[in-house]
């Protein structure tokens, strides 16, 4: 069950991981979806520079190293995702195979997030030390909100389990 569960979360991490490439900076006026407070979300999939007040040629600077980033880094592999549907519906279960796969799929994975974290990089030295310092409380914001959500689904997990035992 763990394995699988680790399966799953790989490939939302993937699809997360293309869909961050796919996006592009937005506006610090760009007002989060209404249900955005209940919405549990992958590290990653937020806006990093929220919030901060970018120049215009910062928010060029940064969409060009997007653009780059498209280019550079590795594709999600449909075919691979394929591979483990195939495995996961098959008559008889080869942990090996599974376990092969999800390899792949994982290293594939960590070097999306590598490049990811590289432009990531490159955008954060653009800016500007008061920027920098916005920027890091947001994100200070942000991790508090995920352990409070986290917090939250422990207990809720919790009261699940000593109801229906």
């Known amino acids: 069950m ?12 993937a699809i997360g991981s293309a869909a961050a490439f796919a996006t592009d900076t937005t506006p ?9 407070s209940t919405v549990i979300k992958m590290p990653g999939q937020y806006h990093m520079f929220d919030g901060v007040n970018l120049t215009e040629q910062q928010r060029q600077q940064m969409r ?3 653009r780059q980033a498209r280019n550079d880094v590795p594709s999600i592999n449909v075919a691979e995702m394929e591979a483990m549907h195939n495995l996961l519906i098959a008559d008889k279960f080869d942990e090996a195979a599974v376990y092969a796969q999800a ?5 594939a994975q960590i070097k999306r997030q590598v490049e990811m974290a590289r432009v990531r990089n490159q955008m954060y030295n653009l800016l500007t030390p008061e920027q920098k310092s916005v920027l890091n409380q947001k ?7 995920v352990e409070q959500q986290i917090s939250g689904l422990q207990q809720t ?3 699940k389990l000593s109801t229906t035992e």
């Open 64 to 66: 060009d190293l997007m």
């Open 139 to 145: 994100h200070q914001q942000r991790m508090q909100q």
């Open 28 to 36: 610090e006026t760009a007002q989060p979806p209404a249900n955005h």
């Open 103 to 107: 390899e792949k799929m994982a290293q």
């Open 2 to 13: 763990r394995k699988l569960l680790a399966i799953v979360m790989a490939s939302i991490l």
């Open 157 to 159: 997990s919790a009261q």
